[in-house]
């Protein structure tokens, strides 16, 4: 049987860069290690070569739990990189590649995990559902949407599910704190239009949608957002302060943020909600005013805020600005405290006797926006512990993005402990 690190580097093997050739090639390879072990895998294409696996597992209770991963990949200059993105190499005990942390380490975990039950001749303690997803770095129109509307039936009886962006370690002091996602900012991508009247660029200006358009992005840029606390990011804070043993203030938290370091990124993007544009596009000649002037801005709205969010983007905006949605999704939040957190917690604590688990808000967003369309519960728990100097948060997206064995094979072992009977 293949190790989790071995079906971590085949898998960044396939180049599934979203945008590029589809995610088939990772998918059939996720289907034929499914089907050898004895999980029939269904797989379908929401368009060409653009593939989701899915499989479910009898276990000891119909109360079944998704676990779910993506196969595509954000791109990578091969240029900028150590390595060839797409090499899977292991060099210094690490997985190097783009997609080793977003997320095709997670995905290993859950086959390695699933692999060895299987060869161990291990039940689940409930019903399993796993899910190998397409898109998740666009929209998900072709991967979690397309499966959750053309495909609702492969999630019967589904309450909860897990995925990424939680479960993974932050030194702090004697110990380990691992954040659990309990929720996520909602996504407003929204496209900016400006209109006005064209003419010659030698000539006062009548009125300039670029100029028109330049001042609202200005604006939307360096607004500051005022501090909204959810309940989850407050009981995160509550437990940092207990774990640290220093109050942190909450009337001054970018600097208490910037003080705690890296347990301070677990809430320093998600105490207020975002708005940062991204893309512009006006003009097609230096001496043209153009009549149209365009923009993209992603915004990221908190659990309960997206009313809030967009009636300030209209007033940043002003009335001279349309805005149109390019992607709207709700934030989506799950029970805490509960039961299952507390079984999420606990797998992780037993295998490592310094894990304090957290609850946590996730800054962006992840394929269980399209899960919870359908009332199914997400948390974000891909169980890693990672090496102290290891940039976590700079691997998504990032250059070198890179994954250590031993946090891989301990994943396998807490999802084990999780999953298996």
Not at 97 to 104: F, L, Q, S, Y
Not at 200 to 224: F, K, M
């Amino acid at each position: 049987m293949k190790s989790v690190a071995e079906i971590c580097s085949d898998l960044i093997r396939f180049d599934t860069t979203n945008p590029g050739d589809g995610e088939r090639p990772a998918a059939e390879y996720v289907a034929t290690l499914l089907a050898d072990a004895g999980v029939e895998p269904v797989v379908f294409e929401s368009a060409p070569k653009r593939t989701t696996v899915v499989a479910r597992i009898d276990g000891d209770s119909s109360d079944a739990l998704l676990v779910h991963g993506h196969l595509d990949v954000v791109p990578a200059d091969p240029a900028e990189w150590r390595m060839h993105p797409f090499s899977g190499e292991i060099v210094d005990g690490c997985v190097y590649g783009r997609g080793a942390v977003d997320m095709k380490g997670s995905c290993a975990m859950t086959l390695a995990t699933v692999l060895g039950m299987r060869a161990r001749g291990e039940r689940p303690r409930r019903d399993l559902v796993l899910a190998f997803l397409a898109d998740e770095e666009a929209t998900g129109d072709y991967g979690s949407r397309h499966a959750v509307s053309e495909h609702r039936e492969l999630f019967d009886g589904v309450s909860e599910a897990i995925s990424e962006s939680g479960g993974f370690s932050v030194a702090s002091g004697g110990h380990r704190v691992y954040p659990i996602a309990v929720g996520e900012r909602g996504t407003a991508w929204m496209k900016l239009t400006a209109h006005g009247v064209a003419g010659h660029g030698s000539r006062p200006p009548v009125d300039n949608p670029v100029a028109t358009l330049a001042h609202a992005l200005s604006r939307v840029a360096s607004y500051q957002w005022p501090v909204r606390l959810t309940p989850s990011v407050a009981a995160l804070i509550r437990s940092l302060s207990e774990i640290t043993g220093q109050p942190v203030d909450l009337d001054r938290l970018d600097a208490e943020a910037a003080r705690l370091g890296p347990l301070g990124g677990l809430f320093e993007g998600q105490i207020r909600n975002s708005a940062n544009p991204t893309m512009l596009d006006a003009g097609y000649k230096v001496n043209v005013v153009p009549s149209t002037a365009e923009a993209h801005v992603d915004g990221r709205y908190l659990p309960g805020l997206q009313e809030e969010f967009l009636s300030t983007i209209d007033e940043l905006l002003g009335p001279k600005i349309t805005r149109e949605f390019v992607n709207l999704e709700d934030a989506p939040d799950a029970p805490y405290p509960s039961p299952f957190f507390d079984e999420l917690a606990g797998s992780l604590v037993a295998e490592d006797p310094l894990a304090r688990p957290v609850p946590y808000v996730m800054a962006g967003g992840t394929d269980a926006k399209s899960f919870a369309r359908i009332g199914i519960k997400g948390y974000g728990f891909a169980p890693l512990m990672l090496r102290p100097d290891l940039d976590y948060f700079g691997m998504f997206h990032g250059k070198d993005e890179r994954v250590p064995v031993e946090g891989l094979e301990f994943g396998t072992r807490v999802l084990t402990r999780l999953l298996a009977a």
